[in-house]
T-cell receptor
Framework: EAAVTQSPRNKVTVTGGNVTLSCRQT?????MYWYRQDTGHGLRLIHY???????QIGDVPDGYKATRTTQEDFFLLLELASPSQTSLYFC???????????FGKGTRLTVV | GEQVEQLPSILRVQEGSSASINCSYEDSASNYFPWYKQEPGENPKLIID?????ERKQIQELIVLLDKKAKRFSLHITDTQPGDSAMYFCAASGEEGADRLTFGKGTQLIIQP
């Protein structure tokens, strides 16, 4: 099974703080995604990428930056964290569009 | 972009009975419809998918139906078991050339003994 590893698994930060969430996939997948999951909203796409150096804007990008440094690594950056960004964040990858998406274990972020 | 509506948000069924979750989409060009299951504290995992060249697909107790005219698709779980209790998400691929899935908001399925 495809492996997607997220770190950290849990993070608490203060309002206005700077946070970086990391994701690595080791399956040579082209596509990588960052989602947030909130009760009543399901899975919402923040940013995604189809290759190193590429970045695409998702549905809820405000307050987030992302960077795909290599085929394997995709980072989500919150430069001025706000309590509204308290959420469960999932990184995911897929070989192509319209193929199975493999999710990481998630990062629970709390902004106090 | 594509919009996907998923109902119900919560579904309680008796163990051994069937459960049905319904999704609708807007973009008639959508051609790929996966279903993901998320168990408590876990990540979502693909359980079954259907493409637009099919109307029905079954994997063991899971049945997916696709009605392209009505732009609806559904997941049916027959003979539900306690292990079926989970959050379920449907998704649609969107227009030709779209490079991401759009997920529904999820259905919390609760199997009651």
């Amino acid at each position: 099974e495809a492996a997607v590893t997220q770190s950290p698994r849990n993070k608490v930060t203060v309002t206005g703080g700077n946070v970086t969430l990391s994701c690595r996939q080791t399956n040579s997948h082209n596509y990588m995604y960052w989602y947030r999951q909130d009760t009543g909203h399901g899975l919402r796409l923040i940013h995604y990428s189809y290759g190193a150096g590429n970045l695409q804007i998702g549905d809820v990008p405000d307050g987030y930056k992302a960077t795909r440094t290599t085929q394997e690594d995709f980072f989500l950056l919150l430069e001025l964290a706000s309590p509204s960004q308290t959420s469960l964040y999932f990184c995911a990858s897929s070989r192509q569009t319209n193929t199975e998406v493999f999710f990481g274990k998630g990062t629970r972020l709390t902004v106090v | 972009g594509e919009q996907v509506e998923q109902l119900p948000s919560i579904l309680r069924v008796q163990e051994g009975s069937s459960a049905s979750i319904n999704c609708s989409y807007e973009d008639s060009a959508s051609n790929y419809f996966p279903w993901y299951k998320q168990e408590p504290g876990e990540n979502p995992k693909l359980i079954i998918d259907i493409r637009s060249n099919m109307e029905r697909k079954q994997i063991q107790e899971l049945i997916v139906l696709l009605d392209k005219k009505a732009k609806r698709f559904s997941l049916h779980i027959t003979d539900t078991q306690p292990g079926d209790s989970a959050m379920y998400f449907c998704a649609a691929s969107g227009e030709e050339g779209a490079d991401r899935l759009t997920f529904g908001k999820g259905t919390q399925l609760i199997i009651q003994p």
